[in-house]
């Protein structure tokens, strides 16, 4: 018995890892990088879609939105799923949510040549930032049936993300700069919010992962 409760911290602790290297270090410095093949670098001159559609990365722009969508997917789902907070509603939230940040970026922006194309760019890219942060919203208000004081901690970071990207925004306009900061912003708001969760004495996550293996495998089994 001590012996699968540990198979289960060691199953906790590299999901932690994976989601921590993935989005503290591989997303942050891509999107970094990827913000280089822009005129001379400029974070402020050109966004995302820009660097894509006139520079000749489209390529690298579609890697950064299937790599930071699938992230943000997979770790709202783990987070969702350790809550237990399954539902319909939350689970197309975080798929329509991760889906239009994905379709976005396929969608080059150069007005000039493809109008349409730019338009619908513009709209999905909106609705896809106001869908996340819904979900987040949605999200953190549920993490008051299992804790106050981790509900309130996660409620704080998610309202100082959002004044630093709406401040980001309302000083550099959509740019390179507030794509860098919203992306790596919601990547550190979901692992403070796992990290918050680990914390609780409400929760235990190992043996939540033993038990969704085990109604897993009884599922399988009918």
């Known amino acids: 018995m001590n012996g699968m409760k540990k198979n289960y911290q060691k199953k906790a602790h590299h999901y932690k890892l994976l989601f921590g290297i993935v989005g503290l270090i ?16 400029d974070l402020v001159l050109v966004t995302f879609s820009q660097i894509g559609a006139r520079y000749g990365a489209f390529e690298l722009l579609i890697i950064w939105g299937i790599l930071t969508s699938l ?36 969608f080059p922006f150069a007005p000039s040549m493809f109008p349409l194309t730019a338009n619908t760019h513009n709209t999905l890219a909106y609705v896809t930032a106001v869908a996340t942060l819904f979900s987040l919203v949605v999200f953190v208000g549920s993490l008051l049936r299992i804790d106050k004081a981790v509900f309130f901690k996660s409620l704080i ?7 630093i990207c709406l401040t980001v925004l309302k000083v550099f306009g959509v740019s390179s700069l507030f794509q860098i900061i919203f992306s ?32 897993k495998n009884e599922q399988e089994a009918i």
Request: hydrophobic residues 55%; glycine residues 6%.
């Open 184 to 215: 790596t912003l919601l990547c550190g708001s979901l692992f403070l919010i796992l990290h918050f969760l680990e914390k609780s004495p409400f929760l235990d996550i190992p043996k939540v992962l033993e038990e969704l293996d085990r109604n």
């Open 26 to 41: 591989v997303i942050p410095i891509y999107a970094l990088i990827f913000s280089q093949f822009g005129p001379d670098g």
């Open 71 to 106: 992230y943000f997917m997979g770790f709202l789902s783990y987070l969702v799923s350790i809550t237990k907070f399954n539902n319909l509603f939350m689970s197309l939230l975080i798929g329509f949510s991760g889906l239009s940040m994905l379709v976005t970026v396929f």
């Open 157 to 163: 970071t998610l309202v100082i993300t959002i004044a």
